[in-house]
């Protein structure tokens, strides 16, 4: 009876002890999320700011944001639209990355110079989506 008592123990020893280790490992671990945005509309932008600051709460250090914008969505990023551009420029010194299509800006008739500075532009948006996906980052979308 003592014997079996005393297995108890190591079992739940051994369980707790693995399950924390596994907690750690998590914690320690580069997150790679890209995100993506295709609305013009103030609640959906507000919406993906704020689960960008989320996951920079929760994770700091740990993880690498990219939001990449297309067709309406452009409008988080041009200067005479948005309601953002502060909270964008913490976040960008926070160290997500920002992204536009060259596609839409085109199709939208925009140019850099419309744009909140420092928004990286890319050939394709849906592009970059899918070849960070394929390099392992984690798609995510409001």
Known sequence: MKA?????????????FGTQVEVQAQENTQHYVIMQLDSDRTQDQKATLSRIEALKAGWGEDVKIRLVVHGEGIALYEMAKTKHEAQIKELMEDGVQFVVCRKSMLN?????A???????MVQMGVKEIIVKQEGGWTYFRN
């Open 4 to 16: 079996i008592h005393t297995l108890r123990f190591a079992i739940i020893g051994l369980l707790m």
């Open 108 to 112: 939208q008739e925009l140019v850099p």
């Open 114 to 120: 419309d744009l909140i500075g420092g928004v990286e």
